[in-house]
């Protein structure tokens, strides 16, 4: 099945290429793997590489590269946990501003890790929301 009939609704409201790079990547994995969750977390991981997840949609991330351990641990596929898109490799300053804009209250007395753990709820939440759910 084609990348843009299975693109996500959170990259739907992405820009073009945070949506050009899912498609590519998922239909050059379905070629690889066949369709199902492997070609879509190959596809996310793409992804998470030039963008991290903000809300209910991806922004570009300003540096290239992995945004979590699982991403950079590279090797074969395993199922581990990731910041759901939150790019947990940023500088804890970054983390502030994105926890900002997301209105994500304590903010300043976090540590990096309670940062990111925030982040991935208020994203969840925003994504939630934008779905109608």
Known sequence: ???REVLPSTLRRSPEKAQRTWEKTHDSAVE?????????RTAFAAVKHEFEKVGDHWEPKGRKGPSDEQAAGGGPARRA???G????NAPKEHLLGVA???????RSSMTKPELVRAIQKANDRETRKARGG
């Open 1 to 3: 099945m084609p990348g």
């Open 32 to 40: 690889t793997y066949g369709e199902g969750e492997r070609a879509h």
């Open 81 to 83: 946990p990731t910041a």
């Open 85 to 88: 898109g939150v790019d947990a």
């Open 100 to 106: 900002r804009e997301l209105d994500v209250p304590g």
